[in-house]
């Protein structure tokens, strides 16, 4: 970026932009959103790809008084066109929340086809609340591929309880096992913070 860009948004230099989106990065972090969206807004002209995952995770947290799922949609919706994959399945989350299920499902598609292990997995459990089996079980498949924890878990009991033949199950206990760490990582990453 030339540094006539910086001066146009009002940084000094592109280190500027670093320093404040570390800034903003690190207060979002700790749960310090009201101070985090002035400075990621700041940095957004320009910068819209990077920026706009950011102000759309702040804008539909629970802890933020300014959340705002409408917002947040908007946010991820800029990343997501350009092709973020997470910007993808959080825009699916807010619209499978708000009642737009057949929305939620194109763009967890997107995120997938883009390796998204937790659309992957989200994909199977529509497909599968639908009664549409094959759909269910390719994503799942491909969750699993992807390193979904849950899927990864789900795929070790099925082997574990002979699914998969009589001599699956021993990887599947080694898995189950193996997998324990992940998953409890992802869980615990999904937890809202009390």
């Known amino acids: 970026m030339s540094t006539r860009k910086h001066f146009m948004i009002g940084l000094d230099a592109p280190e500027d932009f670093e320093k404040i989106f570390e800034k903003a990065n690190?207060?979002?972090e700790v749960g310090m959103y009201a101070e985090a969206v002035p400075l990621f807004e700041r940095l957004y002209k320009g910068h819209e790809t990077l920026v706009a995952p950011q102000l759309g995770?702040?804008?539909?947290?629970?802890?933020?008084?300014g959340r705002n799922n409408s917002i947040a949609a908007r946010y991820y919706r800029v990343a997501a066109e350009s092709g973020d994959a997470y910007s993808q399945y959080a825009l699916a989350g807010l619209l499978r929340r708000s009642g737009d299920p057949e929305q939620a499902m194109e763009?967890?598609?997107r995120a997938s086809s883009a390796g998204h292990g937790t659309a992957s997995y989200m994909l199977f459990q529509m497909h599968r609340s639908r009664g549409n089996k094959s759909l269910s079980e390719q994503f799942f498949r491909l969750a699993v591929q992807q390193g979904n924890p849950i899927a990864i878990q789900r795929f070790a009991i099925r082997q574990?309880?002979?699914?998969y033949g009589i001599g699956a199950i021993p990887s599947g206990i080694w898995t189950y096992f193996s997998n324990m760490r992940n998953l409890l990582r992802f869980v615990r990453s999904h937890v809202p913070r009390g």
Request: no cysteine; proline share 0%; net charge negative.
């Open 26 to 28: 690190t207060l979002s």
């Open 57 to 65: 995770f702040i804008y539909s947290q629970e802890e933020f008084e």
């Open 107 to 109: 763009w967890y598609r």
């Open 160 to 163: 574990t309880f002979g699914r």
